[in-house]
T-cell receptor, first 112, second 110 residues
Framework: DVKVTQSSRYLVKRTGEKVFLECVQD?????MFWYRQDPGLGLRLIYFSYDVKMKEKGDIPEGYSVSREKKERFSLILESASTNQTSMYLCASRPGVSGELFFGEGSRLTVL | GQSLEQPSEVTAVEGAIVQINCTYQ??????LSWYQQHDGGAPTFLSYNALDGLEETGRFSSFLSRSDSYGYLLLQELQMKDSASYFCAVSPGGYQKVTFGIGTKLQVIP
């Protein structure tokens, strides 16, 4: 089975802190995605990557950056966390250009 | 850019059939997907349509009309466990982003 693992299920951070959310997939997938999910807004794409060291902005990249140094790992970075970044963050991977996205269990971030 | 519209909530009776519609606008099109998400869980893949027509997987079917930029998810013989949120998603093609709708919360009642 494909497994997408997010490093932390729950995090509480202070405003201004730097936050790292890690995501690892074990199936050699080329594509990886970071979404945030908020009530009434669905899943909104922050960044995605289609290869090592390659990244593309999604719909809401402001305040975020990403890193993909190895194929299996895609990190989301909040350089200076703000309260409006309190959300559920979902990582996903996909083997090719179409078809199924495999999601991790999510990381619920609270910024105080 | 891409945008999708789907109803925010639907209520249906156990054992009945329910259809969740999705209309989309996209600069290119590679396929329409459907995902299910139970409260507190991760989204899981249900179906994918790249060509016009109906795809059936057990009690679930998905339909696509590319000329109408429209698709739907059909759930038959509804069960209480089908209570969840259902998301449609599109990709404009190739190594491109996947955009989701806001999700339809389905409540199945006895």
């Amino acid at each position: 089975d494909v497994k997408v693992t997010q490093s932390s299920r729950y995090l509480v951070k202070r405003t201004g802190e730097k936050v790292f959310l890690e995501c690892v997939q074990d199936m050699d997938h080329e594509n990886m995605f970071w979404y945030r999910q908020d009530p009434g807004l669905g899943l909104r794409l922050i960044y995605f990557s289609y290869d090592v060291k390659m990244k593309e902005k999604g719909d809401i990249p402001e305040g975020y950056s990403v890193s993909r140094e190895k194929k299996e790992r895609f990190s989301l970075i909040l350089e200076s966390a703000s309260t409006n970044q309190t959300s559920m963050y979902l990582c996903a991977s996909r083997p090719g250009v179409s078809g199924e996205l495999f999601f991790g269990e999510g990381s619920r971030l609270t910024v105080l | 850019g891409q945008s999708l519209e789907q109803p925010s909530e639907v209520t249906a009776v156990e054992g009945a059939i329910v259809q969740i519609n999705c209309t989309y606008q996209t600069s290119g099109f590679y396929g329409l997907s459907w995902y299910q998400q139970h409260d507190g869980g991760a989204p899981t893949f249900l179906s994918y349509n790249a060509l016009d027509g109906l795809e059936e997987t057990g009690r679930f079917s998905s339909f696509l009309s590319r000329s109408d930029s429209y698709g739907y998810l059909l759930l038959q013989e509804l069960q209480m466990k089908d209570s969840a949120s259902y998301f449609c998603a599109v990709s404009p093609g190739g190594y491109q982003k996947v955009t989701f709708g806001i999700g339809t919360k389905l409540q199945v009642i006895p």
